[in-house]
């Protein structure tokens, strides 16, 4: 090919882009310059209607510091109302109108606003983009007709953390009807552009929102712990926490959320409390008078074989207690029987559900009455033949650190408005269960199951501490598997709190809950005792 054919095809395709060009420019100019008629009809139909909805939720869930607990999808939105963006732009440079459409199509080639206006040339329309395209948009902001903000999507992939069980509860109206009844008449926010170009974000002063008695620093710092790969072999650990004086929850924390709620049962029956459900034995026994903490009993000679390997020489329950001697805890529970046990559990709250939710979201629990051929509730009395929701464990501690007086566990603190004034608090039932002596009895049981038992090797020296450990046997649907608990106090600036650390699925072959739950629990009081 010559050298002029070369200049002559050059030549031609420089012509044809300079044509495209000015077509472009020619539509835009169509679009920008409009009819007069047009303008007016614009101002007519859109003086009223500028303002957006900037979330699927019309109310928000607070922990105790007011601090926003519901997790959010943000999504970037580009409105384009026809009319104005036609009518109004004949000031703004054809420059920028071009940048405008370019930015659109260039995130996705569908976003062809001057090929929709043809198309559709009144319609008004909404685009979804990235963070990044809506940044480089916002600079554009004088152009008229177009309207960018966020709306805020609640994340439903942590679909079984609490906050997120709430919203459920509240949307089908399952729960307290009370929580629903105050927020059912809120507005949604949204943005205004009426008066203002860049948008007036607007949230109803009479809005009314649920405030918790959640910790989220706490939270937060609790799912770093167990986040960390020294714990990756466990896929379910559960936490709660609660001030024992109050029985206000703060922390419900669980290493993975897309799962069931572990602390509250979800979708099971519940979960096998295990050992640390002597702790209500040896309360029933102590309380009762019928036996003292310094009773003594002998493994070795019992009648029942449920211990691995038996436990030597004479043991009182408090020594029974720190080694978690089944034998002994079989002995007591024939001699004080099942209803007197149960009735101290059920007056501590157990078997019967702590926040109310709907049965897909929170057990019961329940437990097999003792047969005839079982000598006693042998098996009750170790904590087994029963479920319980694991969240009702903590008002064992709560009630021992209390001076025995059992307050319900609370989670939904007050109802507060925008301006954060109280609107409703909620009282929780309290109720005296174990006399004062019993209580100070407990509590140094479980300072001598912590320094001389079976959680001796956690060595807690932060705070003042106790515990008892637990490991259970369950049938998970295919094959029995094994859990470890850790249910204990520690005590901080003069306040008692209560907490259990529960271990999903460990290998019943040289773990248990000391050694599974048991280092988790010591991490989070050393954590708590330096940032609180």
């Given at each position: 090919m010559d050298k002029n054919n070369i200049r002559v095809r050059i030549r031609f395709i420089n012509i044809l882009f300079g044509l495209s060009i000015l077509v472009i420019i020619f539509r835009l100019a169509f679009i920008q310059l409009g009819t007069k008629s047009d303008k007016y009809v614009s101002i007519a139909t859109n003086q009223y209607n500028l303002d957006y909805r900037t979330s699927n939720l019309n109310y928000r869930i607070l922990d105790e510091n007011f601090n926003d607990l519901i997790k959010y999808n943000n999504k970037y939105i580009v409105q384009v109302k026809s009319n104005i963006f036609k009518n109004y732009n004949n000031n703004i440079e054809m420059e920028k109108i071009l940048t405008f459409t370019s930015i659109l199509k260039n995130y996705n080639k569908d976003f062809d606003l001057i090929q929709k206006f043809q198309e559709n040339p009144?319609?008004?329309?909404?685009?979804?983009?990235?963070?990044?395209?809506?940044?480089?948009?916002?600079?554009?902001?004088?152009?008229?007709?177009?309207?960018?903000?966020?709306?805020?999507?609640?994340?439903?992939?942590?679909?079984?953390?609490?906050?997120?069980?709430?919203?459920?509860?509240?949307?089908?109206?399952?729960?307290?009807?009370?929580?629903?009844?105050?927020?059912?008449?809120?507005?949604?926010?949204?943005?205004?552009?009426?008066?203002?170009?860049?948008?007036?974000?607007?949230?109803?002063?009479?809005?009314?929102?649920?405030?918790?008695?959640?910790?989220?620093?706490?939270?937060?710092?609790?799912?770093?712990?167990?986040?960390?790969?020294?714990?990756?072999?466990?896929?379910?650990?559960?936490?709660?926490?609660?001030?024992?004086?109050?029985?206000?929850?703060?922390?419900?924390?669980?290493?993975?959320?897309?799962?069931?709620?572990?602390?509250?049962?979800?979708?099971?029956?519940?979960?096998?409390?295990?050992?640390?459900?002597?702790?209500?034995?040896?309360?029933?026994?102590?309380?009762?008078?019928?036996?003292?903490?310094?009773?003594?009993?002998?493994c070795e000679n019992s009648r029942y074989n449920l211990c691995k390997n038996r436990h030597s020489g004479t043991l009182t329950i408090e020594d029974a207690l720190a080694v978690s001697c089944n034998n002994i805890f079989a002995e007591i529970g024939k001699e004080i029987g099942w209803d007197l046990i149960k009735s101290y559990a059920e007056d501590q709250g157990l078997f019967k559900k702590v926040l109310g939710f709907s049965d897909l979201r929170e057990a019961s629990g329940s437990y097999a009455e003792p047969k005839e051929y079982e000598d006693g509730p042998l098996f009750l009395s170790m904590g087994q033949n029963m479920l319980i929701e694991p969240l009702q464990a903590l008002s064992i501690t709560n009630t021992i650190l209390n001076n025995g007086v059992y307050n319900r566990l609370k989670l939904v603190d007050q109802i507060v408005n925008e301006n954060n004034e109280i609107i409703k608090e909620f009282e929780v039932d309290s109720d005296k269960v174990l006399k004062k002596d019993t209580a100070n009895i407990m509590k140094d049981m479980l300072i001598n199951t912590l320094e001389n038992g079976t959680g001796k090797n956690i060595k807690i020296n932060s705070l003042e501490s106790g515990i008892k450990t637990g490991t259970t046997e369950r049938f998970d649907g295919e094959s029995l598997v094994s859990d470890g608990w850790v249910l204990g106090y520690f005590k901080h600036r003069n306040k008692y709190y209560s907490m259990f650390v529960f271990v999903e699925n460990i290998n019943e072959e040289g773990q248990f809950g000391g050694n599974t739950a048991g280092p988790i629990f010591k991490e989070i009081v050393d954590y708590y005792s330096s940032t609180f």
């Open positions: 009144g319609y008004n329309f909404k685009f979804e983009v990235d963070k990044y395209t809506y940044d480089k948009l916002k600079t554009l902001q004088d152009i008229n007709g177009v309207y960018l903000y966020e709306y805020n999507e609640f994340n439903e992939n942590e679909a079984w953390s609490i906050q997120n069980i709430l919203i459920k509860e509240i949307s089908e109206n399952s729960t307290n009807d009370e929580y629903h009844n105050y927020i059912e008449n809120n507005k949604y926010p949204k943005i205004d552009f009426n008066y203002v170009k860049n948008g007036k974000k607007v949230v109803d002063e009479d809005n009314n929102n649920l405030k918790l008695t959640i910790n989220k620093e706490l939270q937060e710092g609790i799912k770093n712990i167990i986040k960390d790969k020294k714990y990756d072999q466990f896929d379910g650990i559960a936490i709660a926490i609660s001030e024992a004086t109050t029985g206000e929850i703060k922390a419900l924390v669980q290493k993975n959320e897309y799962n069931p709620n572990i602390i509250l049962g979800s979708a099971s029956l519940g979960y096998v409390p295990g050992s640390v459900f002597k702790l209500v034995v040896a309360e029933a026994a102590i309380d009762s008078g019928i036996f003292t903490s310094k009773h003594t009993f002998n």
